[in-house]
């Protein structure tokens, strides 16, 4: 049973930042897609950054990309989201997801990920 938690979201002001990690356990995840995505209330859940476990190449996200860095440790199976220049509008739920369908563009959406941390909520203040 392979499970993900996901820690380190709180209240930042905007301009500061923030590291998440992402804990995974019950498992082999050297094949594995990792990815981070967030849902704000009333929106649709969307892509923020993914990395392979095995290459480390990642994609990230256009309205993150200067901003935000993906990483894993694969020592101790976890992934980080390394999160500087926080907006207002980066306020949302953030979810930790794995996936072993293998590498590729379809990493970037939510649907083909099929084991889910509990969210950690990060508010980005003005």
């Known amino acids: 049973q392979v499970q993900l938690v996901e820690s380190g979201g709180g209240l930042v002001q905007a301009g500061g930042s923030l590291r998440l990690s992402c804990a995974a356990s019950?498992?082999?995840?050297?094949?594995?897609?990792m990815g981070w995505f967030r849902q704000a209330p009333g929106k649709e859940r969307e892509f923020v950054a993914a990395i392979s476990w095995s290459s480390g190449n990642t994609y990230r996200a256009d309205s993150v990309k200067g901003r935000f860095t993906i990483s894993r440790d694969n020592a101790k199976n976890t992934v980080y989201l390394q999160m500087n220049s926080l907006k207002p509008e980066d306020t949302a739920v953030y979810y930790c997801a794995a996936s072993a369908t293998g590498w590729g563009p379809w990493v970037q959406e939510f649907r083909n990920f099929e084991v889910w941390g509990q969210g950690t909520l990060v508010t980005v203040s003005s």
């Open positions: 019950g498992g082999t995840f050297s094949s594995y897609a």
